[in-house]
T-cell receptor
Framework: QQQVKQSPQSLIVQKGGISIINCAYENTAFDYFPWYQQFPGKGPALLIAIRPDVSEKKEGRFTISFNKSAKQSSLHIMDSQPGDSATYFC?????????????FGTGTRLTIIP | DGGITQSPKYLFRKEGQNVTLSCEQN?????MYWYRQDPGQGLRLIYY???????QKGDIAEGYSVSREKKESFPLTVTSAQKNPTAFYLC???????????FGQGTRLTVV
C-alpha cells in the first residue's frame, strides 16, 4: 500500500513560472512532512519540512502548504529557474517512537525551460 | 567536514556474487538507513538501525543483509538472493527521535 502519493510524475514549467507538486498521505499518524530535492547522480537533500500544526512554511522561493484535514501538502516554487530542475520527493514519518522511519513518494521530475 | 560517505560510487557485480556497499557517517547520528532508488519508484526502505547492534527490516529487505557494529558504520550486503539488484543505493542518517535525514551521494550498482 502506497502511503505517500505524489503527483505529477513529471512537470515542465517555463522560467519564471510557478511549479506545483502535490502529495497525499494515507497514514493519519504521520506528523512530519519533509520535502527533498535531488539532482542527477546525487543523494537527496532536505529542502523544507513542516509539522501538521503549521499550515504554511516558506523558505525563499519555496513554500510548503499543508492541509491537515485533507491529509495533503503542496510544494510551490515561485519564479522557477533552470537551476531548480531536479527530482522532488515528498516524505512523511510517524512521531518519534524509537522506531521512526521516512516513507517517500515516487518523486516528481521538474524541468524548467527558458 | 561532517557528512555521510558512501563507497564505491559505482560498483559492478557478476550474477551470483555478494557485494558490500559501505556507508560511514561522522555526524554522531544514532539512526542509519538504506534506501534503494529505481526510476519511477521513489526511495524504498531496505533496512534501518536506530542503535548499535540493532536493526530492522524495511519494506524490501529480501536479498539484503546489514550489520551495525559501530555507530559510524552501516554496511549493506547485496546477496545473490536479490534477483534484481541493479539500482541506485542511498544511505542516510538522522538523530534518534528526529527524522530529518541526511543522505550520502549514493552507490550505483550494476549487475553484469
Amino acid at each position: 500500500q502506497q502511503q505517500v502519493k505524489q503527483s505529477p510524475q513529471s512537470l515542465i514549467v517555463q522560467k519564471g513560472g510557478i511549479s506545483i507538486i502535490n502529495c497525499a498521505y494515507e497514514n493519519t499518524a504521520f506528523d512530519y512532512f519533509p520535502w527533498y530535492q535531488q539532482f542527477p547522480g546525487k543523494g537527496p537533500a532536505l529542502l523544507i519540512a513542516i509539522r501538521p500544526d503549521v499550515s504554511e512554511k516558506k523558505e525563499g522561493r519555496f513554500t510548503i502548504s499543508f492541509n491537515k484535514s485533507a491529509k495533503q501538502s503542496s510544494l510551490h516554487i515561485m519564479d522557477s529557474q533552470p537551476g531548480d530542475s531536479a527530482t522532488y520527493f515528498c516524505a512523511a514519518s510517524n512521531p518519534p517512537s524509537g522506531n521512526e522511519k521516512l516513507t517517500f513518494g515516487t518523486g516528481t521530475r521538474l524541468t524548467i525551460i527558458p | 567536514d561532517g557528512g555521510i560517505t558512501q563507497s564505491p560510487k559505482y560498483l559492478f557485480r557478476k550474477e551470483g556474487q555478494n557485494v558490500t556497499l559501505s556507508c560511514e557517517q561522522n555526524l554522531n547520528h544514532d539512526a542509519m538507513y538504506w534506501y534503494r532508488q529505481d526510476p519511477g519508484q521513489g526511495l524504498r526502505l531496505i533496512y534501518y538501525s536506530q542503535i548499535v547492534n540493532d536493526f530492522q527490516k524495511g519494506d524490501i529487505a529480501e536479498g539484503y543483509s546489514v550489520s551495525r557494529e559501530k555507530k559510524e558504520s552501516f554496511p549493506l550486503t547485496v546477496t545473490s538472493a536479490q534477483k534484481n539488484p541493479t539500482a541506485f543505493y542511498l544511505c542516510a542518517s538522522s538523530m534518534r527521535g528526529r527524522t530529518e535525514a541526511f543522505f550520502g551521494q549514493g552507490t550505483r550498482l550494476t549487475v553484469v
